[in-house]
């Protein structure tokens, strides 16, 4: 059973910054490569960022230099750092990683960019 559970989304100004954790239940979260998606309201899911097991790491053209994935092996947390939002970044982000040829996501949680 995989469980990812997502945090610290809510309401920011332009120009503001968040920080989104996920918290992972997952066996050998060490060695798993972990990512984080939106989607905005009537739009694909898009990759945001992605990190390996050995914190390589890959960023959507549209958020390099503004944000930054990483994560905590011994919390089992994946994060986005976050800086420099746009309105355009306004999405639910999710949690992603893939287990045994399957697909695990979050619940999600929301990102307002607004003035």
């Known amino acids: 059973q995989v469980q990812l559970v997502e945090s610290g989304g809510g309401l920011v100004q332009p120009g503001g910054s968040l920080r989104l954790s996920c918290a992972a239940s997952?066996?050998?979260?060490?060695?798993?490569?972990m990512a984080w998606y939106r989607q905005a309201p009537g739009k694909q899911r898009e990759l945001v960022a992605g990190?390996?097991?050995?914190?390589?790491?890959n960023y959507a053209d549209f958020v390099k230099g503004r944000f930054t994935i990483s994560r905590d092996n011994a919390k089992n947390t994946v994060d986005l750092q976050m800086n420099s939002l746009k309105p355009e970044d306004a999405a639910v982000y999710y949690c992603y990683t893939r287990v045994l040829l399957r697909d695990w996501w979050g619940q999600g949680t929301q990102v307002t960019v607004s003035s």
């Open positions: 990190i390996t097991s050995g914190r390589g790491t």
């Open positions: 997952v066996i050998n979260f060490s060695s798993r490569t």
